[in-house]
């Protein structure tokens, strides 16, 4: 795709330089099989060109600024982050959204390579954008036509990231940002990503930080539901049900902060719920269905850690601290490890 073709929201791309491991009929017989479960995972709120237009409108909406507020921890640390990289590593991201992020990181990493090998000119670069959205990871290979790197993009899961790894060269450097760590297990994403790094592989991501200024649990509270429940962010979680047919008032949004158990002790945890207040058909597909009134869906969660919970949990799960970046309010960290040998 060259920088004349630029992939407009709901343009079908023929784009060679794609994987397509998941395909957006594996994507909505996800959906159908989890609403019969009565459950709505994060990852089914980014599907399809709504679900990408609504991420990147809440993405620059001043009542949650979480993203940019960790995108803007990467750049004022960028210099610093680089050093750390060794020369010829793939950038895997996960996640990868619009890729505006990844565009920055590669091109600091492009600028390093040449300066480490300046009689060199072909940077040994590849990369490969991750994303649930197809449309994602055409805006994202767009977004790096103009830098010297080869890219291949896929459109899958991180669950099956066994099936991921086929496509892309070692060593890699493995991204996981926006936050997106904090919205899996902290022991399941960890362990997933342990057993499917190499030796010589690097792992990068970053998290949005429980507040610290104020040590009571009402100002935490406060604190937190203040970001995840405004109006742009309850908007975004009830798109499914709107994009295929029910009306706003036909069920409320409800986010709620959890204090939970885990094998480092009490973290904290956002729990939503859809309440049904009517009854209702979606058609999905091929497959209607049902919604009845009283029904409770359960929605996907983030955690919000220290960073020293944080830290516990990749000791935990054998990964070695390389660097973190934290910010000056702690409110936000950006790490890099690597298995413990």
Known sequence: MNSTERVEFGQVSGNKEKIVITSKEDIEGRLCQCLKNHELPDYLLYMGTGGAKNWLKLDGAKTFPVARQLKILMEKNLDSIVR???????????????GEKERIFLEALVKKNLAENPSSEKVSIRYYPVDINSEFVDIALEKVDNLPVEKKGIVGFIEDMATLKENWRLPILFCVLGNTFCNYEPEFILQLVHENLEQGDLFFFDANLLPTEGTEAQSVRRSVLGTYASRENALFNMYPLLQYGMAPEDFD???????????????YRTKKSLYILKDTELKIGTETIGLREGDIIRMGFTYKYTYDQITAFLEICGFEILKAFLSENRANVIILAKKRI
């Open 253 to 267: 949004f409800e986010l709620l902060l959890a204090h939970v158990n885990s094998r480092i002790g009490g973290v």
């Open 84 to 98: 750390f990289i060794p020369t010829g590593m793939s950038l895997v991201s996960v996640g990868v959204g619009n």
